[in-house]
């Protein structure tokens, strides 16, 4: 167990070793991420365990805790999004070994058997980003404003005159 992230690792290694690393990374640190969020403060507290399961197959087990700043396209009000991610990554070092992967990994490629730890968890979060941002609870402003058939009826057209004068001659 370690608690610096070093920035790269040797996966193979990791894996023979059993190695896990738990920490906190600021989300300021994150620049990819920090392009889709409102602001750039908070933390991602981050799990991370490499190992081999019962089938012999390398993973990188990854758990990220995090409350990311959003924008929320319909009040266009700044709101916390609580993410919670949990996914087992299988090791595969060319694309054609992810057709063996079982259900349940996700594959991570890793042809120069170095990894980015940082990389690999901002890659997590940007995968765990809803493609509209919708605060909870926000009010649904479409409904509010939909026309009713009700109102259309009680309005005066403005052509009827029209149709007056033209019955009139």
Request: aromatic fraction near 4%; glycine fraction near 4%.
């Amino acid at each position: 167990m370690s608690v610096a992230l070093p920035e790269r690792v040797d996966a193979s290694r990791m894996v023979q070793a059993r190695r896990s690393f738990q920490g906190r990374l600021p989300l300021a640190s994150l620049a990819r991420l920090r392009q889709s969020l409102a602001a750039s403060d908070g933390v991602a507290d981050y799990d991370l365990e490499f190992g081999r399961d019962e089938l012999g197959i390398a993973y990188l087990a990854v758990r990220v805790d995090a409350e990311l700043p959003l924008t929320c396209q319909r009040t266009l009000e700044v709101f916390r999004l609580p993410v919670h991610v949990d996914q087992r990554l299988g090791l595969v070092h060319d694309e054609s070994e992810e057709a063996a992967l079982p259900p349940g990994y996700e594959p991570l490629l890793i042809a120069d058997g170095a990894l980015n730890l940082a990389d690999v968890v901002e890659d997590e979060l940007i995968l765990a980003l809803p493609v509209v941002p919708l605060k909870p609870g926000a009010p649904l402003e479409w409904d509010d404003a939909a026309p009713d058939e009700a109102d259309d009826e009680a309005k005066p057209n403005p052509f009827a005159a029209l149709a007056k004068l033209k019955k009139a001659k």
